[in-house]
């Protein structure tokens, strides 16, 4: 699977808007200033980027999008 191609899944997956940041990577891919990896990450890399990911404070800005998405989600009872 190319990574434009998994760019646009995780869109479709988790933006509900236009994000300029998957848009920048995927131009990147497109036009050649970023490659895939030479080898895939390790079991070790990988989790010691998903520590690092969420050792990292929330925004308040994301905070304020997400408590958005849930009152718009929210079922009537």
């Keep these: 699977m190319t990574p434009t191609t998994i760019l646009e899944r995780i869109r ?12 920048c990577i995927n131009d ?8 895939e990896p030479a080898q895939p990450m390790s079991d ?4 010691r980027a998903i520590r690092e990911f969420r050792a990292r404070p929330v ?12 009152v718009e989600v929210r079922p009537d009872r």
């Design 12 to 23: 479709h997956l988790f933006a509900s808007e236009p994000s300029e940041h998957l848009d």
């Design 28 to 35: 990147a891919f497109r036009n050649g200033r970023l490659r």
């Design 44 to 47: 070790q890399e990988l989790a």
């Design 59 to 70: 925004s308040d800005g994301t905070i304020a999008k997400l408590s958005r998405r849930f």
